[in-house]
């Protein structure tokens, strides 16, 4: 392989990213907004469905403000380390969560996360549980009108509520809801029979999400309904086929289910997750739906549990878990292992290359959790990576060293047969074999590189830990781009970026020194002998300096030290085959 294939190579690849960027993440947004900017959002129930949960009456053509919908319904105050809010008495819904650790923005005065919201406001999002008659469909169940009486004004990790209903005809229902000290409910419903003759009764839960939400639009990160059902991930992956379950697929399939042991099911946003979780050790029919009531969406993921007879004097019991929360990795996992609810970790998008992304996140949180910085986590794995990769890099470096001391006799090799392609290529390899050079193993660090890079890329965009985590200096938020720019000297001048120029041209300190640092790496190479491949190789910089000016900071980061230390690799190697006359 010849400067001249290099060349290609590094092309393709500059060219696969910048028009990559531009198809999977600019234009998507750009459609998006539109999508946006038409939409009619406000929230409705779901119609009455086969195999589902009840209905609920539709919710007024005017959305209620989040105080007026709270104020509708006697509720039930949540107080955690991790999660405040309510569950309304009418209906028993939980349907009211805040995130006491998370804020809208780096600012610690802004409000907290609201990721749950009752049912008649703008977005409504709630999880519902109850139970569907199969004995006699005019049998009472509880529903979305029904008052509850509770034994606690107040649910905390260390008290669980008890809700009670009796339906008057011979049935008493109650639902049990507890909390853990994160992001955990456990529902246990019950029911028992003081009448005469036995009922059949299916338990079921649900999350309901109405209106369209809004998404950040990147290919790259998934966000709408998911869940992991009968060992198969349901979400939006190119290989998923008929499991297949976005928000836009959904709008055109209406309706998605399956049967299922286990498992869990619900909505998936950036950083967060509302799931219910079906008892592991029976069967469910799960479900994701849509629907559109004068032009307003909604979508709905739900299962119904194995029905089960209650004798006269007997007693039923169904127990299933809500998960609303941030989805932080390790704590997945917790769930995971400690209460049997199989992968949940895929509710975090990691990605075709999960095999490396989760380690990264491991590896990244170990080193944080030693030196306390992200950003100096980062640097540490940047140098693990390095070492892994040192023997390929010292083959490729030397294999530069030679090509560059075998520079003049290509020049005399180009000079002797320039009139003929042919002889000059016989030529160039026979001096590449005598001299025992391979001219690929340059190429070889950068295509290991590139899973490399990806992979850290989804570990600082998709993982929650991420999200406000500082560096030093100007970075306070590893997730985030670079927010200095040099048209206003990088915040020391007293004005505003000029607002007319385009995004692509506003540049960060780090994006620059990133750029410097690969110029510098880019000088130790041996040049292409074709003045055009060379003055292309010398914009190659520049090109990734302003394509990453609009990624994250810790990619940055990470891509600029990784430039240091291999020009500090490459400078010791060239040294040493100095003093060996290599």
Not at 68 to 84: C, D, G, N, V, W
Not at 287 to 297: A, H, Q, T
Not at 399 to 424: I, V
């Amino acid at each position: 392989m010849d400067n001249r294939q290099n060349l290609i190579i590094a092309i393709i690849l500059s060219a696969a990213i910048l028009f990559g960027w531009e198809f999977f993440v600019e234009m998507p947004r750009i459609e998006h907004q539109r999508e946006l900017a038409a939409q009619q959002q406000a929230a409705v129930a779901p119609p009455t469905t086969p195999a589902a949960a009840p209905s609920t009456t539709a919710a007024a053509a005017k959305p209620l403000s989040r105080d007026e919908a709270l104020a509708k319904s006697p509720r039930i105050k949540i107080q955690s380390p991790r999660i405040t809010g309510s569950i309304a008495l009418i209906g028993g819904r939980i349907d009211d969560v805040d995130l006491v650790n998370y804020r809208d923005t780096i600012d610690p005065n802004s409000p907290e996360v609201q990721l749950l919201t009752p049912s008649g406001t703008e977005n409504a999002y709630f999880a519902d549980f109850g139970w569907v008659a199969k004995s006699d469909e005019k049998m009472a169940v509880p529903g979305p009108e029904t008052l509850w009486k509770a034994d606690h004004d107040t649910l905390t990790p260390d008290q669980p509520v008890t809700l009670t209903w009796d339906n008057g005809q011979g049935l008493v229902f109650s639902r049990t809801i507890a909390l853990d000290q994160n992001f955990m409910f456990t529902v246990t419903q019950g029911v028992e029979n003081h009448g005469a003759d036995p009922v059949t009764l299916s338990p079921y839960a649900r999350v309901l999400r109405s209106g369209t939400p809004t998404t950040l639009g990147y290919q790259i990160l998934y966000e709408g309904p998911i869940g992991f059902l009968d060992g198969n991930l349901y979400s939006n992956p190119w290989f998923a086929g008929d499991r297949h379950v976005s928000y836009k697929d959904l709008q055109e399939k209406k309706q998605v289910e399956t049967d299922t042991s286990g498992g869990w099911l619900g909505f998936t946003d950036k950083y967060w997750l509302a799931a219910v979780v079906p008892d592991p050790s029976s069967k469910a029919h799960a479900r994701f739906k849509y629907w559109s009531d004068e032009g307003i969406d909604s979508y709905q993921t739900d299962f119904l549990g194995d029905a089960q007879s209650v004798g006269a004097g007997g007693k039923g019991e169904y127990v299933s878990r809500l998960f609303s929360g941030a989805k932080e990795v390790r704590l997945l996992d917790h769930y995971s292992s400690a209460e049997k609810i199989e992968r949940l970790d895929l509710a975090v998008d990691f990605g075709l290359f999960y095999f490396l992304t989760k380690p990264f996140f491991y590896i990244l949180n170990y080193f944080h959790d030693w030196i306390g910085n992200f950003g100096l986590a980062i640097m540490a794995l940047t140098v693990i990576i390095k070492l892994l990769l040192l023997p390929l890099a010292n083959r490729s470096y030397r294999a530069m060293g030679k090509m560059r001391a075998l520079q003049p006799e290509m020049a005399k090799l180009r000079e002797r047969f320039k009139e003929d392609r042919n002889r000059l290529n016989q030529e160039m390899m026979e001096l590449y074999r005598r001299e025992k050079v391979n001219p690929a193993a340059g190429c070889l660090p950068i295509f290991v590189q590139i899973p490399v890079f990806f992979s850290l890329y989804k570990v600082l965009f998709v993982t929650i830990e991420m999200r406000h985590a500082p560096f030093y200096g100007w970075i306070k938020d590893l997730s985030a781009p670079d927010p200095t720019d040099i048209w206003n000297l990088f915040g020391l001048a007293p004005w505003a970026p000029p607002f007319f120029l385009p995004a692509v041209v506003h540049l960060g300190a780090w994006p620059i020194i990133m750029g410097v640092t690969m110029f510098l790496q880019q000088r130790m190479n041996p040049p292409p002998p074709d003045p055009v491949q060379a003055r292309i190789f010398m914009f190659l910089p520049l090109v990734f300096t302003f394509m990453l000016a609009h990624f994250p900071a810790g990619l940055v980061i990470y891509w600029a030290w990784n430039n240091i230390l291999s020009v500090a690799q490459q400078w010791f190697i060239m040294r040493q085959a100095e003093k060996h006359k290599v």
